[in-house]
């Protein structure tokens, strides 16, 4: 059973940068895409970005374009989302996915497994 597990979160001034960790155990066959995600309180789940598994190809929503980065490390079986500039529009709870599919699906329908979230909240 896979799973998968999100670190780095916190409270950070606007301005400043966050570098989210995602920590992926257990075995599994089908991962293709791993994304982020955020939810802020009373919104839907957003897609943030995502990149694919093998050919560490990336997508972004435009919000955060330029901004934010995801990279992935193999060995570590790890991906990381780097948030520079951050802004009180970004606070939100920050999920890691892992999907089936590529290109990174923007839908949180294509995703099979989900981290429990870290918080990142963006003081003015």
């Known amino acids: 059973q896979v799973q998968l597990v999100e670190s780095g979160g916190g409270l950070v001034q606007a301005g400043g940068s966050l570098r989210l960790s995602c920590a992926a155990s257990g075995r599994t066959f089908s991962r293709q895409t791993m994304a982020w995600f955020r939810q802020a309180p009373g919104k839907e789940r957003e897609f943030v970005g995502g990149i694919t598994w093998f050919g560490g190809r990336t997508s972004y929503v435009d919000s955060v374009k330029g901004r934010f980065t995801i990279s992935r490390d193999h060995a570590k079986n790890s991906i990381y989302l780097q948030m520079n500039s951050l802004t009180p529009e970004d606070t939100a709870v920050y999920y890691c996915?892992?999907?089936?599919?590529?290109?990174?699906?923007?839908?949180?329908?294509?995703?099979?497994?989900w981290g429990q979230g870290t918080q990142v909240t963006v003081s003015s």
């Open positions: 996915a892992e999907s089936a599919q590529v290109p990174p699906p923007t839908s949180s329908d294509h995703y099979n497994h």
